[in-house]
């Protein structure tokens, strides 16, 4: 049996539904199996590293006072937190192997400055002190389907109303194609619902490569509506769990897939199914992230199975777009072409935000 043939260590049956998870469903379901079930290793990327390690800074910047939460304060953070992250995981180190002589490590730390020091210009921490931050959480729906996924930041009103806040580190997409970041808002908007039996008032998608900010406050009706699409979403998964029917979904994000070597789009083989086809799905006890409290920490108050193709993309449509943002589109298109459901009415208000004075 050859390398490509052989049932990867540790392949899962699906337990639970992520945000990203999801997507990676929709953009291509044997992407989600080479992640989900047969967990194969992906090789680091800059631009997501950078994201993880402004995250990071923007997180521990709350540690501080409130008069404290400067932007030379902020970007002080940096050194220490890359420090961190390497030590938690050695593997990023080999983005700069070949950098001798640090040249491109050093532009690399100061982009993630510019990201650090953009997102002054859109919110002011000093006038924020967030409920939640980093928060992960988890729910299991009344069809027995448990969504989870962690949150970047929870604030709370005096009065009561919650806002979702994440961080992007890429740019915004055009409007077009907003639905698919804001499917993600809305997953972490049902699962806060179902959990505190409170709507959150407003989504926040704060977008640190462009300098912009995307709202969305949504209504019942929009909840409901991404309830049955993350049912009918994983009554897909669990068909092609029990079959082994994981079929590839060309798109111009295949270029970044460091999965091409096993993907019958570029002449290779996948891994043997390591599950067992026509038995029942199988639930297993999920593992929660290591740097995730064993215990869901409580939030204070205070369909289709079958995806459309999306359009396919010139080279000059591409420019010089990073995979972050094509990923964006993409997700927005396959969101968005969905045929609504019967009944959904109601929708939220979604309003670009002015930068903080």
């Given at each position: 049996?050859?390398?490509?043939?052989?049932?990867?260590?540790?392949?899962?049956?699906?337990?639970s539904l992520s945000p990203s998870r999801a997507s990676d469903f929709m953009q291509c379901p044997l992407l989600y199996r080479f992640r989900v079930i047969d967990r194969l290793p992906e090789k680091p990327s800059e631009a997501a590293t950078r994201g993880t390690l402004?995250?990071?800074?923007?997180?521990?910047?709350?540690?501080?006072?409130?008069?404290?939460?400067?932007?030379?304060?902020?970007?002080?953070?940096?050194?220490?937190?890359?420090?961190?992250?390497?030590?938690?995981?050695?593997?990023?180190?080999?983005?700069?192997?070949?950098?001798?002589?640090?040249?491109?490590?050093?532009?690399?730390?100061?982009?993630?400055?510019?990201?650090?020091?953009?997102?002054?210009?859109?919110?002011?921490?000093?006038?924020?002190?967030?409920?939640?931050?980093?928060?992960?959480?988890?729910?299991?729906?009344?069809?027995?389907?448990?969504?989870?996924?962690?949150?970047?930041?929870?604030?709370?009103?005096?009065?009561?109303?919650?806002?979702?806040?994440?961080?992007?580190?890429?740019?915004?997409?055009?409007?077009?194609?907003?639905?698919?970041?804001?499917?993600?808002?809305?997953?972490?908007?049902?699962?806060?619902?179902?959990?505190?039996?409170?709507?959150?008032?407003?989504?926040?998608?704060?977008?640190?490569?462009?300098?912009?900010?995307?709202?969305?406050?949504?209504?019942?009706?929009?909840?409901?509506?991404?309830?049955?699409?993350?049912?009918?979403?994983?009554?897909?998964?669990?068909?092609?769990?029990?079959?082994?029917?994981?079929?590839?979904?060309?798109?111009?994000?295949?270029?970044?897939?460091?999965?091409?070597?096993?993907?019958?789009?570029?002449?290779?083989?996948?891994?043997?199914?390591?599950?067992?086809?026509?038995?029942?799905?199988?639930?297993?006890?999920?593992?929660?992230?290591?740097?995730?409290?064993?215990?869901?920490?409580?939030?204070?108050?205070?369909?289709?199975?079958?995806?459309?193709?999306?359009?396919?993309?010139?080279?000059?449509?591409?420019?010089?777009?990073?995979?972050?943002?094509?990923?964006?589109?993409?997700?927005?298109?396959?969101?968005?072409?969905?045929?609504?459901?019967?009944?959904?009415?109601?929708q939220g208000r979604m309003d670009p935000v002015q930068p903080a004075p």
């Amino acid at each position: 049996m050859s390398t490509s043939e052989q049932p990867p260590v540790g392949a899962r049956t699906p337990t639970s539904l992520s945000p990203s998870r999801a997507s990676d469903f929709m953009q291509c379901p044997l992407l989600y199996r080479f992640r989900v079930i047969d967990r194969l290793p992906e090789k680091p990327s800059e631009a997501a590293t950078r994201g993880t390690l402004v995250h990071a800074v923007l997180e521990r910047l709350f540690d501080h006072p409130a008069v404290e939460r400067t932007a030379p304060r902020a970007k002080a953070l940096i050194p220490g937190q890359w420090d961190r992250l390497l030590e938690s995981r050695p593997e990023l180190g080999e983005l700069f192997a070949e950098d001798a002589e640090g040249e491109r490590l050093s532009r690399w730390l100061v982009e993630a400055e510019r990201l650090v020091e953009r997102w002054f210009t859109l919110e002011d921490p000093t006038r924020l002190e967030p409920a939640e931050r980093e928060l992960f959480v988890e729910t299991e729906l009344d069809s027995g389907l448990r969504l989870r996924g962690v949150i970047d930041r929870i604030d709370v009103a005096p009065t009561g109303e919650v806002r979702i806040v994440d961080y992007k580190t890429g740019k915004a997409p055009r409007p077009e194609y907003s639905e698919g970041a804001l499917f993600q808002m809305k997953f972490y908007a049902l699962v806060i619902w179902r959990l505190k039996q409170v709507i959150p008032r407003r989504l926040q998608l704060v977008y640190l490569g462009s300098g912009d900010v995307l709202t969305y406050d949504p209504v019942e009706a929009d909840l409901l509506r991404v309830e049955r699409k993350l049912l009918a979403l994983w009554e897909a998964i669990r068909l092609a769990t029990e079959t082994g029917d994981w079929r590839p979904r060309p798109t111009k994000l295949c270029g970044w897939c460091d999965h091409q070597a096993v993907c019958p789009e570029f002449g290779g083989t996948p891994p043997a199914y390591p599950l067992e086809i026509g038995g029942p799905v199988r639930e297993e006890t999920p593992q929660v992230r290591a740097d995730s409290p064993a215990e869901v920490p409580q939030v204070r108050a205070g369909s289709d199975a079958e995806v459309p193709q999306v359009r396919e993309r010139t080279l000059e449509e591409i420019g010089e777009k990073t995979r972050e943002e094509i990923q964006e589109e993409v997700r927005g298109e396959i969101v968005s072409a969905r045929p609504p459901e019967s009944g959904d009415s109601g929708q939220g208000r979604m309003d670009p935000v002015q930068p903080a004075p």
